[in-house]
């Protein structure tokens, strides 16, 4: 690294405004831009997106496309949803930013509104989703030393294979994927991988020093993988006979994604802990959040955790209005309805491409045949206007935002539909 002393950028910046700046670069110096200047830790699609509009965007040469991908369902809203952006507008006119050695009214609402939604009896406010796992795992472990009883520094938390709960060192450290693991070492102790699913294997792994069980209720980013129907409530059955927490990351599944509030209220599976992020920015902002019971949250002492920019006003007025505009619009109802046509439509389509379609909700994978051409696929889902892309096992992620109605789920198919004629038979 160097001194640098080129103020051209700044006086551009500057004198013509950002977003002026920005919309002068065309796709492929902004290719170029991002690959020059940028880590090359995502691989993305080869399309440049200048603007949203509930479930559309647009690119730089105009094309439109429907958002499947839906920022990993952080896109819950659609784009620009106007309740959420109003909010956003009045509070950027009168206060942003605080840190935490005040009180704000917003934080105080946001509060309420987290444990209202989820009927916690407390939160810590972050950011990020990788955020809110690490605050859950500070919060279980120091429950298990201070309440449960285990033997300091012996705390242990079960969790899945195939799990994703972000990206820090030590999350990265207790995955099973060798591509998230590898380099980044060594790892912070006290974590048990069992298969995801197997309640056996899960009760077998439970000592008397594990603190909890972290899962997702429907591992998303492993190829929208179903627990089998039952697992949730008898996880919830096993914790409690335990006296082990149950952690719940609904980072992704959660806020109306599956057809309600939360995935886990598919089945008795209460948790002790949730957490929470990505749609609670309302499409907006990075917002994320632990919410639980009393008796595990209240361990967090003066000084135990923060975050300078956690609970922020303006963030906790996006996350309230987030919240409002998917109860009132009943978007879980709306999710279930179309998540429903959208799976039944995929299967309608018996194309011979199509290995099989699971989800619940608008969180649909639509998951190919070993052999299937995946790039000329993708290049074929762009040319429809479709944007998706593949999680893992060759499963395509279809995320669109809860806002859609029919005639948008109709188009999805459609598109998809011709997206897989394109490609050769391979024969049933
Ligand atoms: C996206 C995600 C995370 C991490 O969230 P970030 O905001 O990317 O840090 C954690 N858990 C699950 C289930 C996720 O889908």
Redesign the pocket.
Known sequence: MSQTENTSLWREVYAKGVQAAAESLGQAETIELTERYGTHNYHPLPVTIVRGEGPYVEDVSGKIYIDCVGS???MAHGHLSKFVVGAAQRQLERLTLTSRAVFTRELALFLQAVCEYTGADMACPMN??????ETAIKLARKWAYTVKGVPSDAAEIIVAAGN????TTTIVGFSSEETYRTGFGPFTPGFTIVPFGDLAALEAAITSNTAAVLL?PIQ??AGILLPPDGFLAATRKVCTAANVLLIW?????GFARTGKRFAWMHEDAAPDMI?L??ALGGGLA?V?AVAGRREVMEVFKSGDHGSTFGGNPLAAVIGVAAMAELEVLNLAENSRVMGDRLIEGFRCLQDPAIFEVRGRGLLVGLEVKPGTDIARLTKAFLAEGVLTKETRHRTFRFAPPLTIGPAVVDDILNRVHHALETLPNMGA
């Open positions: 990993y369902s952080a990020t989703g990788a955020e809110a796992v994703f709960h972000g990206r997702e998303a980013e990351d609904e980072i992704q599944t957490c992020g990505k990075a994320s």
